[in-house]
């Protein structure tokens, strides 16, 4: 009573602007941590994980890694953080080019950009931490096998079948003057063999070859790749 006399009650026009102004600091606490961690965090531990893989690619060992980042932990972090949001673009193109090939729901703890019902920064707000929490384990868990797939298996090949190729010495004396004529030759060419080669068009047949010669020896390849069109459909009536 002492309370609602005062003016603070839980109906009270001042406790309704308190409790807006808690909930509203609430969410934005809770979309600027999420989007740190997507942002953020994710890519680089995606950096740091494919440094740990292709470290045999030059010789090196962890302790180095590990040395660098103590003398010099921004530079580390900043190349890192940029490795891993370079890494997770170019696997960006390969599932998307796995959501053509397989189910819809396969794929289905990965935001799909192409689908218009789908509303990032809304999700951010409206879903529940948890559901975020999720996402992100079964995100890391299709990145680091990814990754070791992509990464650490070539180069333990490499090393294995051609160990005169390891480790890996590259270097320019003076770019600026020496790769000038190579780089103008890359930017006029690559576009060029790009739309003549089409990787990406192999690379899907590829995949999907693949896909389909696995999901059959396992027997699940009605689960995981569409039925293909029956004839009764394309015949005429």
């Known amino acids: 009573k002492r309370l609602e006399r005062s003016g603070l ?64 932990p921004v530079a580390a972090q900043v190349l890192h953080w ?12 390969i599932v998307a080019v796995l959501r053509e090939v397989l189910r819809p729901e396969v794929l289905w703890f990965l935001r799909n950009p192409a689908d218009p019902e789908e509303h990032p920064f809304r999700d951010l707000v409206d879903e529940p931490l948890a559901k975020h929490a999720r996402r992100l384990a079964l995100s890391l868990l299709l990145y680091a096998p990814l990754t070791m797939l992509l990464v650490h298996v070539p180069v333990l090949l490499i090393r294995a079948v051609a160990p005169s190729l390891l480790p890996l010495r590259l270097g320019l004396h003076n770019p600026f003057v020496e790769g000038s004529g190579t780089l103008v030759l890359v930017h006029l060419s690559l576009p060029l063999l790009m739309d003549h080669l089409r990787p990406r068009d192999s690379f899907k047949v590829g995949v999907e070859m693949w896909l389909r010669a696995v999901s059959s020896a396992l027997g699940i390849r009605d689960r995981m790749l569409p039925s293909p069109p029956s004839s009764s459909a394309n015949s005429p009536a």
Do not use: I
Request: net charge neutral; glycine share 6%; aromatic share 10%.
């Open 9 to 72: 009650g839980p109906d009270s026009p001042l406790m309704r602007h308190l409790l807006s102004l808690v909930r509203y600091a609430f969410l934005l606490s809770k979309v600027g941590v999420l989007l740190g961690v997507e942002l953020v965090v994710f890519p680089l531990c995606c950096g740091w994980l494919l440094d740990a893989c292709a470290l045999p690619l030059v010789h090196s060992a962890w302790q180095d890694r590990v040395a660098f980042a103590t003398a010099h």
């Open 82 to 93: 940029v490795l891993g949001v370079l890494f997770m673009l170019h696997l960006s193109v």
